[in-house]
Nanobody, 121 residues
C-alpha cells in the first residue's frame, strides 16, 4: 500500500499563489507517475498535471504557463506550484501515485485525501 499526504491548500485571492505538497510513504517502489487532479463542486475529477520518474511533465491546457509540477525523489514528494490563480481553479486537489510493473503494465493508482483550494475574485 501507498499512503499519500497532501498539504498546502487554502484560500487565496485571484492572482495569488499557492504551493501544494504530497508526501508518499509505504510501498513506494515501482511508483512511476505522480500527479495532481482536481474536482470542482458538481464536476468530474480532472487531470491537472503529472510527472514521471524521469522528469517528463504533462499539464492540462487550462493551467499551462501558470502551474508547475516538480518531484523530489529523495523525499518521495511531489509539488504543485500554482501561480496567477483564478476563481475557476477552485476545487479539491488530489494527489495521485501510479504504480507500473517491471514489464510496463499498469498496476495500481493511489490517492490522497484531497486538499481544498479556494480562489476568491
Amino acid at each position: 500500500q501507498v499512503q499519500l499526504v497532501e498539504s498546502g491548500g487554502g484560500l487565496v485571492q485571484a492572482g495569488g499563489s499557492l504551493r501544494l505538497s504530497c508526501a508518499a510513504s509505504g510501498s513506494i517502489f515501482s511508483i512511476n507517475n505522480m500527479g495532481w487532479y482536481r474536482q470542482a463542486l458538481g464536476k468530474q475529477r480532472e487531470l491537472v498535471a503529472t510527472i514521471v520518474s524521469g522528469g517528463s511533465t504533462n499539464y492540462a491546457d487550462s493551467v499551462k504557463g501558470r502551474f508547475t509540477i516538480s518531484r523530489d525523489n529523495a523525499k518521495n514528494t511531489v509539488y504543485l506550484q500554482m501561480n496567477s490563480l483564478k476563481p475557476e481553479d477552485t476545487a479539491v486537489y488530489y494527489c495521485n501515485a501510479r504504480k507500473i510493473t517491471v514489464s510496463g503494465d499498469y498496476e495500481a493508482d493511489y490517492w490522497g485525501q484531497g486538499t481544498q483550494v479556494t480562489v476568491s475574485s
